[in-house]
């Protein structure tokens, strides 16, 4: 099994379910639950490799406050190694107020120790004792943003391989660094959302080929509508979603990412690779928040098995 050193953000989530609208000034509605949760998308992606089996380790920033400590002590109960996770007491630790209805989300969040986590704070012994770096959220790790072509460099000499989820832009200005940054990327998972805005493209197809590199493997995850992706002779693969009874959706993305990581670094074919990315988003929104139900991966193989 490969070593996958996750470095990203902490944060918590405090879960709004089945809310009956998204709040709008001065007006209130109503939620069905609420609970505070692990958060943030590395945090999940992270639980969610663990949880498929995967050795991993995360780097990353906390205050030295309550919602650090239940970071932390996530992170650990999921069986991930926190030895390169580093505590401030300067930093507040962040928190996402998740809304979510039965077709969508919004997010609100407080940055706090988010953005802290600097490319030199991952020192070569975390690099030395992984095979594979991944990174989410590259807009919000806004101290990690600027050297993070530098670390994938360095991870790269170290002879890992590299994934990077962008995440949302809260600025939604989305930069022109995609073309230099991807170079040193093996794989990159952004959303429908993010990749039209990154690549300048309204089609899929054509943001695919425009960002085409050669190297880097480009997923775009489409929600209800699965995946896409270039197969190797340039042709759009498409892989369906599962239909499950969502109870809530948030990080099913970073749930997908573990999926297809795990798959993808076991050496399994991209179309299925595509299929365990879906399975996992889909299993995951089974349970309130981003890790509460995460697949294991008997259940993944029973959904894949039971899938026509």
Same mark, same amino acid.
């Given at each position: #099994? ?19 609208s998204?709040?709008?000034?001065? @007006? ?14 590395? #945090?999940?992606?992270?639980?969610? +490799? ?8 995360? *780097? ?25 996770? =580093? ?13 979510? &209805? ?30 594979? +770096? ?6 919000? =790790? ?13 991870a ?5 391989? &590299? ?14 660094a ?17 990749f039209? *805005? ?23 995850k489409?929600?209800? =509508? ?8 340039g ?14 959706? &948030? ?16 050496? #399994?074919?991209?179309?299925?690779? #595509?299929?365990w990315?879906?399975? @996992?988003? *889909?299993?995951? &929104? ?12 008997g ?10």
């Amino acid at each position: #099994m490969k070593r996958i050193l996750v470095a990203g953000e902490l944060n918590v989530d405090l879960v709004f379910r089945d809310c009956q609208s998204f709040p709008v000034p001065g @007006c209130e509605v109503l939620a069905e639950d609420a609970r505070l949760v692990p958060g943030s998308s590395s #945090m999940i992606c992270a639980m969610g +490799l663990a949880r498929l089996g995967n050795p991993v380790a995360f *780097a990353g920033k906390a205050g030295a406050d309550p919602w650090g400590d239940f970071c932390v002590s996530a992170l650990q109960e999921a069986g991930i190694d926190v030895a390169a996770v =580093q505590r401030d007491a300067a930093l507040r630790t962040g928190i996402t107020a998740s809304f979510s &209805t039965r077709s969508d989300r919004a997010l609100v969040t407080f940055a706090g120790a988010i953005g802290a986590l600097r490319a030199d704070d991952i020192g070569d012994e975390s690099l030395a004792g992984a095979d594979h +770096l991944h990174v989410s959220s590259y807009y919000l =790790q806004r101290a990690l943003r600027p050297d993070l072509e530098s670390l994938f460099a360095r991870a790269r000499a170290h002879g890992l391989g &590299t994934s990077l989820d962008p995440g949302f832009d809260p600025e939604q200005r989305w930069g022109d660094a995609w073309p230099s940054l991807l170079s040193g990327v093996d794989l990159f998972l952004p959303n429908d959302v993010e990749f039209a *805005a990154i690549s300048g493209r309204a089609s899929v197809l054509d943001g695919l080929r425009a960002l085409d590199n050669g190297h880097t493997r480009i997923v775009v995850k489409r929600g209800r =509508q699965g995946c896409v992706a270039l197969d190797d002779d340039g042709r759009l693969l498409e892989s369906p979603a599962f239909a499950l009874d969502a109870v809530d959706s &948030t990080g099913a993305g970073d749930s997908f990412d573990a999926g297809f990581l795990h798959a993808w670094l076991r050496g #399994m074919p991209l179309a299925e690779a #595509m299929r365990w990315g879906n399975a @996992c988003g *889909a299993l995951s &929104t089974r349970g309130v928040g981003g890790t509460a139900r995460q697949a294991d991966a008997g259940e993944v193989r029973a959904l894949l098995e039971a899938a026509p």
